[in-house]
């Protein structure tokens, strides 16, 4: 009976040691698993990262031309303002009876009196 008891407490031993060594080469094999699936997650990562820093970089420079484009045209039109407000003032100068007999005086009054003349010419010398 010792002998039984004996071999069964060697067989129970043998079976332990077996299941321990299964258990530890399994747990090896899945921290191996956790560690590949982290490094391909991580470089995914990096992927996913450097591409959107490239598309965010894209929409910047898109952007930014944009904001260009509209700025020459706004200031286009604002040109084409200043010079449509010019061209109305001579034309308002030129509609008006009183400012156009002014302008014409001062010019007939440059050219009868011999000192503006004589300067005027001078100016037009230098």
Avoid: N, W
């Avoid at 060697?10 to 956790?34: G, H, N, P, Y």
């Avoid at 200031?75 to 400012?99: F, H, I, Q, R």
């Amino acid at each position: 009976m010792k002998k039984v008891l004996l071999s069964g407490i060697a067989l129970a031993l043998m079976f332990s040691f077996t299941s321990c060594r299964e258990t530890e080469k399994k747990t090896e094999d899945v921290a191996e698993e956790i560690e590949e699936v982290y490094e391909e997650a991580k470089e995914e990562i990096k992927e996913i990262e450097d591409e959107a820093k490239q598309a965010i970089e894209e929409v910047s420079e898109d952007a930014a031309k944009k904001a260009d484009d509209l700025k020459s045209k706004a200031d286009e039109k604002s040109d084409d303002a200043s010079k449509a407000e010019s061209l109305k003032k001579k034309a308002d100068e030129k509609s008006d009876p009183a400012s156009r007999a002014e302008s014409l005086k001062k010019k007939a009054e440059e050219k009868s009196d011999p000192a503006s003349r004589a300067e005027s010419l001078k100016k037009h010398a230098d």
